[in-house]
């Protein structure tokens, strides 16, 4: 079975500094999708960024990029310029990747890192 | 932008009755979603649906859960005997056949169970 991993409950960032978030996950597929969801206060779950695991380059959103270490089997989100609005759980989460390239199927989520961004 | 459209936002009930949790999908999405958050604890898979039936569970979905589209447009999620432990964020989810673009989640119900 799939599993995700963040091992950083909690981080802090200036505004407008940088921060990265960490994790990692296990599976024994080769082709999948990985994905960083934001949860603010709202509780809504918003798709920050995703990343297919065949692609070599680095997935990026604006602000939000990603390392992403197949081999290491690592995917950590790099924020830039934090905004205050930027202040949530950050979720990581794996979906394999079905026969013929469809994409639907559960997510596995990772524990959840709270981030704060202190003005 | 469209948006799938969970209520009540929330709702408390008490111990031993059954609540029915409602969510409406996006029109041309086919797969559909529950997910469940306890209270600062991770995002858990519940069950995915798709062309009227159930097409993966996890171990929480048990007898006590059932889900149904019951008119085309609705996705509903019925706890029948609710429990204390279920007390928790419920957020519905779809998804088109083929989007790379992960799910789309509706806002939440949050059931609290005296």
């Known amino acids: 079975a799939q599993t995700v991993t963040q091992s950083q409950p909690e981080m802090s960032v200036q505004e407008a500094e940088t921060v990265t978030l960490s994790c990692t996950y296990d599976t024994s597929e080769s082709d999948y999708y990985l994905f960083w969801y934001k949860q603010p206060p709202s509780r809504q779950m918003i798709l920050v960024i995703r990343q297919e695991a065949y692609k070599q380059q680095n997935a990026t959103e604006n602000r939000f990029s990603v390392n992403f270490q197949k081999a290491a089997k690592s995917f950590s989100l790099k924020i830039s310029d934090s905004q205050l609005g930027d202040a949530a759980m950050y979720f990581c989460?794996?979906?394999?990747?079905?026969?013929?390239?469809?994409?639907?199927?559960?997510?596995?989520f990772g524990q959840g890192t709270i981030l704060t961004v202190h003005p | 932008e469209p948006e799938v459209t969970q209520t009540p936002s929330h709702q408390v009930t008490q111990m031993g009755q059954e609540v029915i949790l409602r969510c409406v999908p996006i029109s041309n999405h086919l797969y559909f979603y529950w997910y469940r958050q306890i209270l600062g604890q991770k995002v858990e898979f519940l069950v995915s649906?798709?062309?009227?039936?159930?097409?993966?569970k996890s171990e929480i979905f048990d007898d006590q859960f059932s889900v149904e589209r019951p008119d085309g447009s609705n996705f509903t999620l019925k706890i029948r005997s609710t429990k204390l432990e279920d007390s928790a964020m419920y957020f519905c989810a779809s998804s088109e056949i083929s989007s790379n673009y992960g799910y789309t989640f509706g806002s939440g119900t949050r059931l609290t169970v005296v």
């Open positions: 649906f798709y062309n009227n039936e159930i097409s993966e």
């Open positions: 989460a794996y979906r394999r990747k079905k026969a013929g390239g469809t994409s639907y199927g559960k997510l596995t």
